[in-house]
């Protein structure tokens, strides 16, 4: 049964205020056998005060052995199994800059590349090319015309823009035309489906006629297509659990997750401090409150276990400017684990902690990895998390007579 | 969703080695309520070892409170759901001396029995009748002739045989002719299911030829029927995994269940000892190896709680035969407990470790029940191991972008 099939029917609308804090990839490995984790060796004492009061666990991203990219990561933290609804990069991408897709809408992250004088791929990232010069020339390319289509383009950063088709009878399943390699020709746009031959044939009019204009450009003269992806169906927060909710991210992908799921966008911080800021400023306006947090995964991708340590930190100190708003249910969590030492998401569960006035506390004084083992959430499936959420909150009436 | 979806879409080939060490019915139970199990009552050095480098858990065969016969206690281990994956007796039987079933035949153990004067059974077993006199007889079967089908007679161990029919439309629910009592004719076999009355028919012709061909024998002058069972469709681990996998096994149902999901039965090894000594000859042509010891299962099936001990001891001594080889990964486990104090398979989770060079290690330093209770894998369901197997030796892929 999915579960958003008893949480429309139980939910229960009430004045609580939930905030779900996401370390992305917060949890991680010892760089040696007797090591700590990032989390361990990091100094937390709000989040071991948080640790005291409340109950920790830990958080299967998917299933176990299964490590996550972000989409399937936060849907499951945002209660969604990531195993029913999957989105494609494109979706991701274009909801990210703000984009806002329709149903039926099938997005494509684009990169400028260069071509030499005989259509091989010279670089496939045309130098990435600088925002303020490749923007003009994605702009450009709205001139395309596809009959029956709507065409969108959109520049993002560097050698990066996307593309959105709308138009009847598009499927999202088309291979990407980026051949991975240099000193070969990009590849032409191929269905996977027959419900995406359109798609398909729709992309290859539009790179003709790319291919026309760019072609006196020196630095980007041609452009390939990826991640092809339909928006997802995603039934909203306010729909399944009652809940408006606001997110707070300072990455675009995040945001596009979470605008997925119904969440408004608010603020435009560019860091933890001033998302505390936001935080504070829409208090009052939502009931539920995602802060995400990127750094903590970017250091482990990097391999750097020192500054993930300092990133924890950092985490850690914006712990009393939520608590001092007073919310009645206080997650910290994350969307998938990156250990430094793998330099990559990973599959291992991650260290999650729940505090509310009536959470069961466990023992524990102190919030990781090895705390989270015998902590009295035990280990749980992310999409289960919502469910916690709203209980806690008071907002989840009882099931069954 | 199946887990070989994402597995056959997410697998990495790359150079690690995987062992998977079962000891059958690994798990216990103490025989007082102040008591140790089995295998915290064992010395076990090696184990101990391991257990202090990596991380241990609690694996439930099929879900909580089931015990699983061997069948549906291996199908877990190696990552196939056991309620979508069923396997008759037959067909394991069939299997497991080395009879290839194809797709859509049909295997029967059969018993020899003695039949007093009136037609009733006077010995379910025909007294045991050792090998060599059972053998011919079975094989005098094989004269018998069914129009459409082909037929095949195999002898296996004293009064024990093999039948398997080979046709089209023969599904494989039919009832047992062995009345379980003496005393009594023996039952018809009759058809459980619409789909599996050609082979009740089948099968009643046999029984009439076979009835004619061990009249006048005195030990053994008819069969029963047991365990009809068609052939059950499991993909390959070298499909589904990417792994081309050895079984290591000495009785023949673990080996005939290690063919069923396509492993290569490697050795004819007859003790531990060989095991080891065929699993370091064909380490460089495997990925993938199951090592099967069934002692730990028998003793206990035996009430034998002292032997049970003993047996955990004599697998704790084969640990360093297998971690001089360097696996990448290495995972002790069992397929069920069989605790000495129920004289069966039982639903007791099994302690299960798992090393690995990225295994995220817990505190303990010894492996049983008890550790194993707050041990970092957590409890989870046997058919999800593999998955762990294979992110620990860096063979899945990334879900989702």
New interface residues.
Partial sequence: MDMHELTRELQIKNKTKIVMLVGDGLGG??MT?DGK?ELEAAETPNMDALAAKGVQG?SIP????????????HLGLFGYD???Y????GA?EATGIGFEMQPGDVAIRCNFCTLDADGNIADRRAGRIPTEESAPLAISLRQIQIPGIEVFVEPVKEHRFVVVFRGPGLGGNVRDTDPQATGVPPLEPEAVDEGSRKTADVARQFLIQAREILKDETKANFHTMR?FAARPDLPSYEEVYGLKAAAIAVYPMYKGLARLVGMDIVGEATSLDEQMQVLKENWESYDFFFIHFKYTDSTGEDGNYAEKVKRRVQLDACIPAITELGPDVLIVTGDHST?A??K??????VPTLLVSDCCRPDPHTSFG??QA??GGL??FEAQYLMLLALSNAGRMGKYGA
């Fill in positions: 490995l010892p056998p984790t830990l998917v299933k176990p052995g299964i490590a996550p990219g972000s989409g399937p990561g990531p195993l029913k999957q989105i494609g990069r991701l991640g250990p030492y793998l990559s998401h990973s599959w291992h569960p990895e090895s083992i015998t035990g280990q």
